[in-house]
């Protein structure tokens, strides 16, 4: 049988295209008054919702041409890897190069620019960890220099309950948030409008199937509760943080806003560009049982992500954005299987569309911090090319997040961006 590997569909054959045949991420668009679930092709959307009406997934169950006709994606999530993999051979072989379908399709499709993307899922709730060392390190040498890691960090991943009902979908514009700030000379806090408000490259992980209260998902199993990942900013204002946070943790500082990406790429979609998890230092202690997965060799997450910041000046006088960020996921000292193990081990219930935070992923060399703050200790400060400079985010600036994973012999797939504007 011959493997198709191009689209019929031209724009999702070029190059620099985030979503080539080999992506199909999941989505929910409006268009013309509607809200349906979509498939990323190139620059177009295949309405699913269409499809399903119009009898091209009379091969599929019941069960998934219903999830195909709702208005968010949870139905399609509870079903699980099977009922994915079923979807994603039909649009696959409907898009192909080598399509008979074609003419039936070319009325499911709608231009991306004409569409407005909207929240993928209802997310009932949102836990964020702190998975990265080398963020963690950084952030812990600004405040303990002698001890940065906390004696928990190599034995578990670190997380807390975030709050889901603030998550807005990417281009949705941020309010600086106000807040208690105490500075260390001070000897009362005042209430006003932050003044290191930060953003945090992350990456978002959709829980497909969820797990009954009081049972706990082995890490062995934990994959075939994933539906995808998506790019997540958890917009954070530094100095509220760093008043609040001790003893319970993040709480003001953080649940005011956090923005994703529209479009979930699948975990089949980047099974060809996984890598293997990173090896743990001898000296290391090795994972307890319960997070120790029974092969480390596509453990990880091959993926490159970017941050590009413009001031509202930059934009105004027509120059590109600034590279802000270069990290890779495959980085991370604890990866996506024992973050659910680990979340799950008390018998915590995940339920189908909760979304997982990585926590900031950044990498080991500078240029590859995943917020402002661990940029501080850096000797150069941040100047833009309008000569403006910048510690933490001022009014107007626009903070995009970029994400791709390639691999020899195929094409890059994408994530699109994860954009989001401070509000002036
Ligand atoms: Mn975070």
Redesign the pocket.
């Known amino acids: 049988m011959k493997t198709a590997t191009q689209s019929w569909i031209a724009s999702a054959n070029d190059a620099s295209c985030d979503f080539p045949l080999q992506n199909l991420p999941y989505g929910v668009f409006r268009h013309r008054d509607e809200t349906h679930i979509g498939i990323a092709i190139g620059d177009l959307i295949l309405d699913l919702h269409a499809c399903a009406e119009s009898g091209l997934f009379s091969s599929l169950t019941v069960e998934a041409r219903d999830a195909c006709r709702a208005d968010r994606l949870n139905p399609l999530m509870s079903l699980g890897p099977a009922a994915w993999t079923s979807l994603r051979h039909r649009v696959t072989a409907l898009l192909a190069d080598d399509s008979p379908e074609q003419s039936s399709i070319e009325p499911n499709l709608v231009p991306m620019r004409e569409a407005v993307m909207q929240l993928p899922a209802h997310i009932g709730d949102y836990t964020?960890f702190?998975a990265s060392i080398h963020h963690a390190t950084r952030i812990g040498q600004l405040f303990r220099p002698e001890s940065p890691l906390l004696p928990n960090y190599k034995h578990l991943p670190i997380g807390y309950h975030g709050r889901s009902s603030s998550i807005v979908v990417s281009g949705e514009s941020i309010r600086r948030p106000s807040g208690q700030i105490k500075s260390n000379q001070a000897a009362s806090p005042i209430f006003g409008p932050t003044h290191a408000l930060d953003y945090?490259l992350?990456v978002g992980i959709f829980v497909g199937p969820g797990n009954l209260l009081g049972h706990s998902i082995p890490i062995a199993e934990a994959e075939q509760h994933v539906f995808g990942l998506c790019l997540l900013n958890?917009w954070?204002a530094r100095d509220i943080q760093s008043w609040e946070y001790q003893p319970l943790g993040p709480f003001l500082a953080?649940n005011f806003a956090t923005t994703i990406s529209p479009w979930i790429v699948t975990l089949e979609a980047l099974a060809p560009y996984r890598a293997a998890a990173p090896a743990r230092p001898d000296q290391d202690p090795a994972p307890l049982p319960y997070l120790s997965p029974p092969s480390t060799a596509c453990h990880g997450m091959d993926i490159t992500l970017e941050v590009y910041l413009s001031s509202s000046e930059m934009r105004q006088t027509g120059h590109e954005p600034v590279r802000m960020s270069r990290a890779n996921m495959r980085d991370l000292y604890w990866t996506v299987p024992q973050l659910l193990a680990h979340h799950t081990c008390n018998g915590c219930n995940l339920r189908p569309g909760d979304l997982i935070?990585t926590?900031?992923i950044s990498g080991p060399e500078t240029g590859s911090e995943g917020c402002m703050l661990e940029m501080k200790s850096n000797p150069s400060p941040i100047t833009l090319p309008t000569g403006e400079a910048r510690t933490f985010l001022e009014d107007g600036d626009q903070v995009v997040f970029r994400a791709y994973a390639q691999s020899s012999g195929l094409p890059r797939i994408g994530f699109g961006e994860c954009r989001g504007t401070i509000a002036s």
């Open positions: 964020d702190y945090e992350e958890d954070s953080k935070g926590g900031t």
